[in-house]
C-alpha cells in the first residue's frame, strides 16, 4: 500500500436544473450536476450529510474525479495518475474509487482511499486489478478485483471477465463470490454490513444481488434482462439499474416492492447510491446534447 498527501482544486461553479415530477404520493425533485466546462458528468456516490462524488471527463477526454460539498465542486486527482473515478463516501468524509497509473491501462488500475487529504491505494493481493466502489460508516470497503489482468478476447460480445467482488475490514481482505458465478461485483455496502452489487454467469445477463449476514439474495425487478445493484441504506433500501423488453433505467427496492423510474427526456438513466434519507444520485444520457450528466433526485 502507498500513501501520499495531495491538496485540492476547488470550483465554485455548479450548473443546477430542477425539474418537478407530480406523482400520486409525493413530488420527486431531480437535480442535474454538471462540472462547469466538462464533456460529461458522473454522480457515482452519496453520504447522509448530502455530499456527493463522481467524475468528469475534459475537453481532452481525461477523467477526473470529484466531489460536491456544500454547493461547491473539488476536482479529486490521484496523484500522477493518468485517470481518477471517485465512487464513493461516507458520513466522516472518506472517498474511495479507482486511478490508473502513469503509463497503465484499465487492466492494471488500482482502488484508492483519500482519508483526511492523504492517498492510500488499495490493491488486492496477487491482482492485477482492483477498483474500490463503496465505502460505509465503519471503513469498511467493497469492490472487485482481477488476477489475470487480460485483454478481453475479440469480438462483439466476449465472455464476462473472472472478477470477484471483495470486501476490506480494518485492513483484511475477504473474497465475495456469489455461489457458482462467473463474474462478481460488490458495488455498495451500507453501515450494518450488508453488501449489494451483480454477478453472472457465461452466457448470461447480470443479476444484483445483496449479501445479508451471509446469505445471498439474487435481485431482478420483474421483466428485467439484466440487472445491477449498486447502492444500499441503513435501512435496506436498494438502487440500481435493470433493463429488459419493458421500461428501462433506475430500479428502487423498498420494503419488497420495486419501483423504476428515468431522468425525464434522458434516453437512458444509471442509479447508483442512496442515502439514509432515500435521497439517489445517478447519472443520465440526455437526448438533446448526447452527453453525459450526473443527477440528485430528492423525494
Not at 22 to 47: C, E, Q, V
Not at 115 to 123: D, V
Not at 162 to 181: K, R, Y
Not at 254 to 268: S, V
Amino acid at each position: 500500500m502507498s500513501t501520499r498527501q495531495i491538496g485540492f482544486a476547488a470550483c465554485s461553479a455548479l450548473s443546477f436544473a430542477l425539474v418537478v415530477i407530480p406523482t400520486s404520493a409525493l413530488a420527486i425533485t431531480f437535480t442535474t450536476i454538471d462540472f462547469p466546462g466538462a464533456r460529461d458528468t458522473f454522480s457515482y456516490g452519496m453520504n447522509a450529510e448530502g455530499d456527493v462524488v463522481g467524475a468528469y471527463t475534459d475537453q481532452g477526454s481525461s477523467t477526473h474525479g470529484i466531489l460536491l460539498h456544500q454547493g461547491a465542486l473539488t476536482t479529486i486527482d490521484f496523484p500522477d495518475a493518468i485517470f481518477t473515478e471517485a465512487f464513493g463516501v461516507n458520513q466522516s468524509g472518506d472517498i474511495v474509487g479507482t486511478y490508473i497509473p502513469a503509463g497503465g491501462s484499465l487492466l492494471n488500475a488500482q482502488g484508492f482511499l483519500l482519508h483526511q487529504g492523504i492517498f492510500t491505494t488499495i490493491a488486492f493481493p496477487g491482482a492485477a486489478r482492483t477498483e474500490a466502489f463503496g465505502i460505509n460508516s465503519r471503513g469498511d470497503i467493497v469492490g472487485f478485483y482481477d488476477l489475470t489482468g487480460a485483454e478481453p478476447p475479440p469480438g462483439p460480445f466476449p465472455p464476462p471477465r473472472p472478477f470477484h467482488g471483495f470486501v476490506l475490514h480494518q485492513g483484511t481482505f475477504t473474497t465475495i463470490d456469489f455461489p457458482g458465478a462467473f463474474l462478481t461485483e460488490a458495488q455498495g455496502i451500507n453501515s450494518e454490513g450488508d453488501i449489494v452489487g451483480l454477478y453472472n454467469f457465461p452466457g448470461a445477463s447480470p443479476h444484483g444481488f445483496v449479501l445479508h449476514r451471509g446469505n445471498f439474495t439474487t435481485i431482478d425487478p420483474p421483466g428485467a434482462l439484466f440487472t445491477e445493484a449498486h447502492g444500499i441504506n441503513p435501512e435496506g433500501d436498494i438502487v440500481g439499474l435493470h433493463g429488459g423488453l419493458g421500461p428501462s433505467g433506475v430500479f428502487l427496492l423498498q420494503k419488497g416492492a420495486f419501483t423504476t423510474f428515468d431522468f425525464p427526456g434522458a434516453i437512458f438513466t444509471f442509479g447508483l447510491a442512496i442515502n439514509p434519507k432515500g435521497d439517489i444520485v445517478g447519472s443520465y444520457f440526455d437526448a438533446v446534447n448526447f452527453f453525459f450528466h450526473g443527477f440528485l433526485m430528492q423525494q
